[in-house]
């Protein structure tokens, strides 16, 4: 059965805190992404990497960093939230080769920056 | 303006009709199209994609897609109240691997 998991369902940080949120997959997918969700807006595509250090930013990368070490995880970096940064946050992995491929999401980080 | 382009609803439809949801999008470049299911406080989950005009078919859902008109639908047939959620549709576009650009996604509710 396939896996996404993420390290937090929910979370409360403070202004200026410097957040990780962590992604891990089981399905050695090459490809990996970070989407924020807000209503209204759908999913923004803040990162995605497709291999092993290896990163391109997406529709909002302002304010975000990530972190790709090994191929199954995926780590976004808030260095120093702010309230606009509460959100949703939504990882997922992709095999890589084919666009028809399926985009397999975790179960969500709920972020609250106070 | 978006690039994919969703009317938020709620669209409401009673049980057992088919609810139809419709998606445009602007990049004509774009080659695969997909639709998620979202329901309330879970993650995204694929119902299907297309990538050829036309209609496909599985189970109760049909995709249609019309390249010219620049716009793919999803119909549910025998609607139940399990199908209520939010529909995703989302575009890849040529030459962009697997980034998916997403609609704000369409609420169905259907009504026992």
Redesign the interface.
């Known amino acids: 059965d396939v896996k996404v998991t993420q390290s937090s369902r929910y979370l409360v940080k403070r202004t200026g805190e410097k957040v990780f949120l962590e992604c891990v997959q089981d399905m050695d997918h090459e490809?990996m992404?970070w989407?924020r969700q807000d209503p209204?807006?759908?999913?923004?595509?803040i990162y995605?990497s497709?291999d092993v250090k290896m990163k391109?930013k997406?529709?909002i990368p302002e304010g975000y960093s990530v972190s790709r070490e090994k191929k199954e995880r995926f780590s976004l970096i808030l260095e120093s939230a702010s309230t606009n940064q509460t959100s949703m946050y939504?990882c997922a992995s992709?095999r890589?080769g084919s666009?028809?491929?399926?985009?397999f999401?975790?179960?969500?980080t709920r972020l609250t920056v106070l | 303006q978006k690039e994919v382009e969703q009317n938020s609803g709620p669209l409401s439809v009673p049980e057992g009709a088919i609810a139809s949801l419709n998606c445009t999008y602007s990049d004509r470049g774009s080659q695969s199209f997909f639709w998620y299911r979202q329901y309330s406080g879970k993650s995204p989950e694929l119902i299907m994609f297309i990538y050829s005009n036309g209609d496909k078919e599985d189970g109760r859902f049909t995709a249609q897609l019309n390249k010219a008109s620049q716009y793919v639908s999803l119909l549910i047939r025998d609607s139940q109240p399990s199908d209520s959620a939010t529909y995703l549709c989302a575009v890849n576009i040529y030459n962009a691997g697997n980034m998916l650009t997403f609609g704000g996604g369409t609420r169905l509710m259907v009504k026992p």
């Open positions: 490809n992404f989407y209204g807006l759908g999913l923004r595509l995605f497709y391109e997406g529709d939504l992709a890589a666009p028809n491929n399926e985009q999401f975790g179960p969500g």
